[in-house]
């Protein structure tokens, strides 16, 4: 376990022993990350490009454009020590001992999904813990099966039941998200009116004590949010300096970063979704801090 030596409490900045915590991350990316990188974005070049062709299209109508980003890994280097952080928030805090689902939001292949079970980020020792992903794409979700070991499952008790699995729905539609503790994504939606919607969708619906670790966030409330503590965790240097949110209360929102003009930017499909999110909310463009 990572020691920390220093803890400030204006929002949460956990200070971890320099030498210790780069150790530890260059340790794990020389075991994890660099068989990580190979394996996987070979498959992007291979594979990626047959099933989002329309995404090299340009075309000014919404409806036909693929709303998420074809598969694009994110840095190993970055991701790992993100999940040893969270890991370390965990043990410090005492909570390992409670069950916990980690969910990718956005999985592709399960790249993150199989990280993450590796590192054991969830610090459950029971070898009950669960990793779960979420898929659009029916290839890519298919492939993500095989590659994590899972398979197509009917029921919903059957799906939560497993170990490791990757549901292929919309992630803007995914009804379940209360059911993990550790929600990880790499904006997954290059549509921004979309995507703040997938956020704040997201985070109005996971229970108290959910840690929500974002990748290139597009809305900025979160940060004015009473609902959601900001924990900073420093890895060793200032280049591993990590950061995530978790649910502090379950109140209401009461604010949306999102436009109501923004409309003509979303696919007619997500219309009713996104009138129904802002209605009785007050529209705010907030700063980052």
């Known amino acids: 376990m990572l020691t920390a030596v220093n803890i400030k409490t204006k929002e949460e900045t956990y200070e971890f022993n320099g030498t210790e915590a780069s150790k530890l991350v260059n340790q794990t990316y020389g075991i994890f990350g660099k068989a990580f990188d190979r394996v996987f974005r070979n498959y992007t070049k291979t594979l ?8 090299y299209k340009t075309t000014g109508d919404v409806n036909k454009k693929n709303p998420g980003w074809y598969f694009i890994p994110m840095s190993y280097s970055s991701v790992i020590p993100q999940l040893l952080a ?8 005492k909570v390992v001992h409670v069950k916990t689902r980690f969910l990718d939001a956005g999985c592709g292949p399960g790249n993150i999904m199989l990280l993450a079970q590796q590192l054991n980020v969830s610090g459950d020792y029971s070898h009950r813990a669960q990793f779960h992903g979420i898929e659009l794409e029916k290839e890519g979700a298919q492939l993500g099966r095989l590659l994590t070991g899972s ?6 008790e059957d799906k939560f039941n497993s170990l490791m699995y990757i549901h292929n729905t919309d992630i803007l539609t995914f009804k379940h998200y209360k059911k ?9 939606i290059k549509c921004k009116p979309l995507q703040i919607l997938f956020e704040e969708r997201l985070e109005d619906q996971v229970n108290v004590g959910t840690i929500i670790l974002p990748n290139l966030k597009q809305g900025t409330n979160i940060h004015h949010d009473s609902r959601f503590k900001l924990v900073t965790c420093n890895m060793g240097n200032r280049f591993n300096q990590v950061n995530f949110f978790v649910k502090m209360s379950s109140a209401k929102r009461k604010e949306t970063g999102i436009n109501r003009f923004d409309l003509d930017q979303v696919p007619n499909k997500y219309h009713k979704m996104l009138k129904a999110h802002v209605k009785g909310l007050e529209y705010k463009q907030r700063p980052y801090y």
């Not at 990626?48 to 995404?55: S, Y």
């Not at 969270?86 to 805090?93: G, M, W």
């Not at 993990?180 to 997954?188: A, L, T």
């Open 180 to 188: 993990f503790g550790i929600i990880y994504y790499y904006c997954p």
């Open 48 to 55: 990626t490009g047959p099933w989002h062709k329309e995404d």
């Open 151 to 156: 398979q197509a499952l009917k029921t919903v």
């Open 86 to 93: 969270v890991k370390a928030y965990r043990e410090l805090n």
